[in-house]
């Protein structure tokens, strides 16, 4: 869930334009200009253009910070509040949040998701969470999914993560049902490949979408879907409980949630054994590289199934080649704090690196915190800032397989 923010909204936008109305696209501020430096609110976590991912970012860095025990800055927080629209969703960035929603807004169920998650953690936003939770109802698909922007076909990534919004916030998601009477779960699970498919080191994992009829393994939805299938959210505790992950049980296959779950992490534990760590094809090339964005996804799904051993070898690549991915970006750091503490490691001496300090320093001091600390440069590596914003456009105009691509680059992959 990071560099996510720019990837999956731009590609929301390349299926937009494809073939929904040009009002629908209106609301959304256009880049600015790559010699103009973007302007970024005090409140806000990190230096980079946050057009499409500064709700999700501020609510990674949020969440992280929160669940190390540091007391974000009272600005960092009202700024997320700031950004609800009225109906109680939130889009990926408001320039003017004092301007009221309209019609053209282009809302994003992933900010929403990741925002309800973290104002539920830092606890006093009670009414802000339900008219989230309440939002993101309002949009379920017929199937029980959930699409990034509302309206599209449900995809594997969106739906887990609301599902793991609405859990954290309370609700039951088998018994969140659309009109036409599908739950969230029924909206999630026809995603997985089952026990037919091929090759069989697939079995377990879950797709974005289908592509031509066929579902093919995508590890950034296969982590989500691992976090959904067993009703939890990105904060995962720490727990006591550490066996081997197991593939997908066939012949009979998942036959709820929770099974699901735990094949989608027998999917991941084997897919990190060779490396230490996820690959994905970017685009303008042509073989797989690491993937450091969904390996740490797939550390925090792991540790939540209660599989840390499995996920210790991705945890240890983790420590010694995250630096340049996470450089600067709040959503980065905050996720790999968020696999430092699920697997019980400590984020403040993380391969060398202090990834609290780091976090805070992309932002507004936190409470209680000496505010002469230098800051972090901000000018992130690979995937971060404006630079990176071009070609994800050019690739995010390929359907169904190459939007899948994007999101799994950590779709939230980059910088968020």
Known sequence: MNVRRSAAA???SAVLCVGAAPAALADTTPPASPSAPPVIPSGLYGKSDPTYDGVWRQSFALLAQHTVGVKPAQQAVDWLVGQQCANGGFASFRADAGAACEATTMFDTNATAAAVQ???A???KDEAVKKGVDWLKSVQNEDGGWSFVPGSPSEANSTALVISALAVAGEKPAEVKSKAGKSAYEGLLPFQLGCTAEPASDRGAFAYQPVDGKLIANGDATAAAVLAGLGRGSAVVPSGTDTPAAPLACPAGATDPASAAQGAAGYLAEALKKDGHLTAVTPGQVLPTPDTGNTADAVIALAAAGHKQSAAGALEWLKGNSAPWAKGSPAALGTLVLAAHATGTDPKSFGGA???????????????ADTSATEVDSDSGKGS???????MIGAGAAA???????????????QL
Not at 385 to 391: A, D, H, L, Y
């Open 385 to 391: 800032g404006n630079q990176n914003v071009w070609w």
């Open 354 to 368: 202090d990834l609290v300090s780091e976090l805070n320093a992309t932002g507004p001091a936190p409470q209680g």
């Open 10 to 12: 731009l590609a929301a």
């Open 118 to 120: 973290a104002l539920k």
């Open 400 to 414: 169904g397989v190459g939007i899948g691509i994007l999101l799994s680059g950590r779709r939230k992959k980059n």
């Open 122 to 124: 830092l606890g006093g």
